[in-house]
């Protein structure tokens, strides 16, 4: 079974830009996570989707959306990058929410410059 | 205030040590408690959850505890490896949907 994969890997904006990520989750997965992980802040959670809704907010700000696809799979955006959006994105899918264990992408580095 | 607290902040050990890794929350309710392993450059692999219910809880040599009276939980490596040098995350989820992460524990072994 693949794992969860997410695209791009790596990314450069600067600042003003938008930019648009993307994650598949495993196969048969209904529910995807999206997370920041900086060094000062470490892991931060953005939001869950589960069938196609957002079930759960992280505090941030409105400049972080994100959606879910009929085939589960998510997209996050983030519109008008900061230099502090510079961080790794990583998003993490299960079967269901709430209780069942997620599994973790590698996910996309950002940079802004 | 919710918060998770992880200690130590980094760790350094030899090889087939063990070591004992703690994370204490004030979240309430409480709804589980996820321990994480973050190698340099990956996402997050989940080790264990625990609900509330739960004292212990093992994959491996890694065992986890929970006491959910003082709000503590700790995860213990047995004769650790090398490959066990990572980011050690714990996470707490509370009120059904919310959570929070500790800065994570910084595990170095070294042969």
Same mark, same amino acid.
């Given at each position: ?16 830009? =938008? ?24 892991? =931060? ?22 959606? =879910?696809?009929?085939?589960?799979? +998510? ?18 899918? +299960?079967?269901?929410?709430? =209780? ?14 | 205030?919710? %918060?998770?607290? %992880?200690?130590? $902040? ?7 040590? &063990?070591?004992?890794? $703690?994370? &204490? ?8 408690? /996820? ?36 709000? $503590? ?21 509370? &009120?059904?949907?919310?959570? /929070?992460?500790?800065?994570?524990? /910084? ?5």
């Amino acid at each position: 079974k693949a794992g969860v994969t997410q695209t791009p890997r790596y990314l450069i904006k600067t600042r003003g830009q =938008q930019v648009t990520l993307s994650c598949s989750p495993i196969s048969g997965h209904r529910s995807v996570s999206w997370y920041q992980q900086t060094p000062g802040q470490g892991l =931060q959670f953005l939001f869950e989707y589960f069938s196609e809704t957002q079930r759960n907010k992280g505090n941030f700000p409105g400049r972080f959306s994100g959606r =879910q696809f009929s085939n589960s799979r +998510s997209e996050m955006n983030v519109s008008t990058l900061e230099l502090g959006d510079s961080a790794l994105y990583l998003c993490a899918s +299960s079967y269901g929410a709430q =209780q069942g264990t997620q599994y973790f992408g590698p996910g996309t580095r950002l940079l802004v410059l | 205030k919710n %918060q998770v607290e %992880q200690s130590p $902040q980094s760790l350094i050990i030899l090889e087939g040590k &063990n070591c004992t890794l $703690q994370c &204490n929350y004030t979240v309430s309710p409480f709804s589980n408690l /996820r321990w994480y392993k973050q190698d340099t450059g990956r996402g997050p692999v989940s080790l264990t959850i625990m609900t509330f219910s739960e004292n212990t809880k093992s994959n491996g040599r890694y065992t986890a505890t929970l006491d959910a009276d003082t709000k $503590q939980s700790s995860l213990h490596i047995t004769a650790s490896q090398l490959s066990d040098s990572a980011s050690y995350i714990c996470v707490v989820k509370y &009120n059904n949907n919310d959570m /929070r992460f500790g800065a994570g524990t /910084r595990l170095t072994v070294k042969p």
